[in-house]
C-alpha cells in the first residue's frame, strides 16, 4: 500500500511539472541545429505590429509584387530564422517573393510562444503585406513542423493561392502522445494544433511534404493530414527524409512545380 502511494505521490509530481513547464518542452528558441549558413538572398529585415503590440521581426524578399506571388514561412518550434537559410536562399531561383517571420520569443523577440499568440503573428504577417497591397489570394503559407499548425489555422475557410506543409502532425495532442504514452496529454495540454479538424477547411492547393525516417512527427501523420485534405493537393512523400527534410534537388523540384501550377 506504501508503494501504491509512493508510485502515485511521484506521478503526480510528473503531471503537475508537466502541466506547468510544458511550454518550455514545446518551444525551443535558442536550440541551433545549423551553423555557417551564408545568406545569398537579398533581404530586408522588417519589424510587423502584432496585436498585442509585440513587434516580431521579419526577413522580406521582394521580388515583384505585381507578377509574383508571395510566400509566408512559418517556421518550427526550434531555433532563430538563421536556421532557415538553407531553405530561403533556394527561392533566389523561384518566381517568388517571400517574408519568414520569427515567433514571439524566438530570435531576439519579446514576449512567450504560446499556441494563440503564434496565431496572432502569423495573422500580423498577413495584415503587413496586406498593407502593401499583396492580396489575400496572391499569397502562399508554408508550415515548416510547428508552423503547419498555424498556416493550417490561418488558411480556413480563405482565398490563399496555395498551402505548403512540411513535415505535418494530426494535433499537437496525437504528437505529445508519441513522446509521452502514460499521461493524460489530453487534458493536461494547452496548445493544441489541432490541423486533422481544420484541414477540412482548406480549399486552397495543399502541397504535403513528409519522410518516412521523420523520427519526431510520424510519417503517418503527414500522409493522413494528405488522405483528409481537400482537392487539389499533392503530396512529396521520400523513404529516408528525417523531420528537417533534404532541401535537394526532388524536393526542390516538387516544391517548383507546386509554385507554378498556381499561377
Do not use: C
Amino acid at each position: 500500500m506504501q508503494l501504491i502511494l509512493i508510485i502515485f505521490f511521484l506521478y503526480s509530481l510528473i503531471l503537475v511539472f508537466l502541466y506547468f513547464y510544458q511550454r518550455s518542452l514545446l518551444y525551443h528558441p535558442n536550440e541551433n541545429n545549423y551553423s555557417g549558413d551564408e545568406i545569398s538572398v537579398g533581404i530586408e529585415k522588417v519589424k510587423i505590429s502584432s496585436s498585442d503590440n509585440l513587434q516580431i521581426l521579419g526577413w522580406y524578399h521582394e521580388k515583384n509584387l505585381k507578377d509574383f506571388k508571395t510566400l509566408i514561412f512559418f517556421h518550427g518550434n526550434a531555433g532563430s530564422l538563421e536556421n532557415r537559410i538553407h531553405k530561403i536562399n533556394h527561392f533566389r531561383d523561384m518566381d517568388i517573393n517571400f517574408l519568414i517571420i520569427a515567433w514571439r520569443g524566438f530570435s531576439g523577440n519579446n514576449g512567450k510562444p504560446t499556441e494563440q499568440g503564434l496565431y496572432d503573428d502569423g495573422k500580423s504577417a498577413i495584415d503587413w503585406l496586406a498593407k502593401k497591397g499583396v492580396r489575400e489570394k496572391d499569397i502562399i503559407l508554408y508550415g515548416e513542423s510547428l508552423g503547419t499548425g498555424v498556416a493550417t489555422h490561418l488558411a480556413q475557410n480563405k482565398n490563399f493561392a496555395g498551402i505548403i506543409l512540411e513535415t505535418p502532425f494530426t494535433s499537437m495532442i496525437d504528437a505529445a502522445k508519441k513522446f509521452y504514452p502514460y499521461i493524460p496529454v489530453s487534458l493536461l495540454l494547452k496548445d493544441k494544433f489541432e490541423n486533422k479538424k481544420k484541414i477540412k477547411n482548406i480549399n486552397s492547393p495543399i502541397l504535403v511534404m513528409h519522410g518516412e525516417a521523420d523520427q519526431i512527427v510520424p510519417f503517418s501523420m503527414g500522409k493522413k493530414i494528405y488522405e483528409i485534405a481537400n482537392e487539389p493537393k499533392y503530396s512529396y512523400f521520400t523513404k529516408y527524409d528525417n523531420h528537417m527534410m533534404e532541401y535537394d534537388e526532388n524536393l526542390l523540384k516538387a516544391l517548383k512545380s507546386f509554385l507554378d501550377s498556381l499561377n
